[in-house]
């Protein structure tokens, strides 16, 4: 059974560092991708930043060298280091997940059931 677990949100001030951790169990980590998303009140969900099979990632526009996104296989982890933190950044951040052997990602079908990353100004 695949579960996803995220940690590491709080309330932060602006110019700050999150560190989010999804613990994943019940698959192999280096079989899926892998990725982190948020979701504001009254706005859609948006992908913020992935980690594919080999290890390459992809960011949105929006937090790209601000935001770094890495996994431990071994561990079962995926991280997410949030630097620079902007009160635009405030929401809820979920973990996804979804089996793939090819070179691209396919739609996430494992999902989280957030943590919550608040940031004042």
């Known amino acids: 059974q695949v579960q996803l677990v995220e940690s590491g949100g709080g309330s932060v001030q602006a110019g700050g560092s999150l560190r989010l951790s999804c613990a994943a169990s019940g698959f192999t980590l280096s079989n899926y991708c892998m990725g982190w998303f948020r979701q504001a009140p009254g706005k859609e969900r948006e992908g913020v930043a992935s980690i594919d099979r080999p290890g390459r990632t992809s960011y949105s526009e929006s937090v790209k060298g601000r935001f770094t996104i890495s996994k431990d296989s071994a561990r079962k982890i995926l991280y997410l280091q949030m630097n620079s933190l902007k009160p635009e950044d405030t929401a809820m951040y979920y973990c996804?997940?979804?089996?793939?052997?090819?070179?691209?990602?396919?739609?996430?079908?494992?999902w989280g059931r957030g943590t919550q990353v608040t940031v004042s100004s």
């Open positions: 996804a997940a979804v089996f793939s052997l090819a070179v691209t990602c396919p739609q996430y079908n494992y």
